[in-house]
C-alpha cells in the first residue's frame, strides 16, 4: 500500500532563516505530487506541483521554492524565512490522470519568530 | 475560472443532529468532485467522491450526490457524532492535475 511521509511534524524557526522540509511518498512510482500551505483557520493554497522529477509548477510568486530530485522525493525550500510564511504544510500526491483523488501527508506546522 | 464555494462555518450540532453542508461550484467541462475531511492537526482524508452527474458517493454515513443541474454537491449526515467533529472541505478537478479547494466548513459536534 502506498503510504507519504512528511518531517518534521513542527518547527519553530526564527525570521530570516532557511527552511527545508521534505516530503517522500512509498509504494507507487511517478506520483503528482502537491505542497499546499494552510494558514490557520482557513482553506488550502496550492504553492508548488510536480508531474515528474525536476518538473515543477509555481502557483503563487512567494519566498519559496520547490525541488523533486527523485521520483518519490518533494522537497520545499526558503533561503530566508518571513513571518508571513507560518502555517500548516502539506504534502499530497495523485496518481496520474486515471484517479484523480489526493493522498495527503500527516503535515509540518511552521511557526516563524 | 473553476471554483467552489462552501457554506461558512462553524457548523455546531448536537450528537444525532442531521448535518447538511453546502457546496456550489463553477466548472468548465465535467468535473469530479470530492469531499475530504481533516480532523485536528492531522492531514486531509478523502471521505467521498462523485466523478459524474447523479453519481451518489458515500462513506461512514455520509452521502453526497452530484447535481449537475444545481452545480452543487451537498454533504449530508443521517446522524452527526462527536467523532465527527472535524474541517470539511469540498473539491473539485476538470482534468488536469490540480485539485480547487473550497474554503472549508468547521463542524462541532457536541454531546
Known amino acids: 500500500s502506498q503510504t507519504i511521509h512528511q518531517w518534521p511534524a513542527t518547527l519553530v524557526q526564527p525570521v530570516g532563516s532557511p527552511l527545508s522540509l521534505e516530503c517522500t511518498v512509498e509504494?507507487?512510482?511517478?506520483?503528482?505530487l502537491y505542497w499546499y500551505r494552510q494558514a490557520a483557520g482557513r482553506g488550502l493554497q496550492l504553492l508548488f506541483y510536480?508531474?515528474?522529477?525536476?518538473?515543477i509548477s509555481s502557483e503563487v510568486p512567494q519566498n519559496l521554492s520547490a525541488s523533486r530530485p527523485q521520483d518519490r522525493q518533494f522537497i520545499l525550500s526558503s533561503k530566508k524565512l518571513l513571518l508571513s510564511d507560518s502555517g500548516f504544510y502539506l504534502c499530497?500526491?495523485?496518481?496520474?490522470?486515471?484517479?484523480?483523488?489526493?493522498?495527503f501527508g500527516p503535515g509540518t506546522r511552521l511557526t516563524v519568530t | 475560472g473553476d471554483s467552489v464555494t462552501q457554506m461558512e462555518g462553524p457548523v455546531t450540532l448536537s450528537e444525532e443532529a442531521f448535518l447538511t453542508i453546502n457546496c456550489t461550484y463553477t466548472?468548465?467541462?465535467?468535473?469530479?468532485l470530492f469531499w475530504y475531511v481533516q480532523y485536528p492537526g492531522e492531514g486531509l482524508q478523502l471521505l467521498l467522491k462523485?466523478?459524474?452527474?447523479?453519481d451518489k458517493g458515500s462513506n461512514k454515513g455520509f452521502e453526497a450526490t452530484y447535481r449537475k443541474e444545481t452545480t452543487s454537491f451537498h454533504l449530508e449526515k443521517g446522524s452527526v457524532q462527536v467523532s465527527d467533529s472535524a474541517v470539511y472541505f469540498c473539491?473539485?478537478?476538470?482534468?488536469?492535475?490540480?485539485?480547487?479547494f473550497g474554503a472549508g466548513t468547521r463542524l462541532f459536534v457536541k454531546a
Open positions: 509504494g507507487t512510482s511517478n506520483p503528482n
Open positions: 462523485a466523478t459524474k452527474a447523479d
Open positions: 473539491a473539485l478537478i476538470t482534468g488536469g492535475f490540480k485539485t480547487i
Open positions: 499530497a500526491w495523485s496518481e496520474g490522470l486515471a484517479s484523480h483523488e489526493q493522498y
Open positions: 510536480s508531474v515528474g522529477i525536476g518538473q
Open positions: 466548472a468548465t467541462g465535467y468535473p469530479s
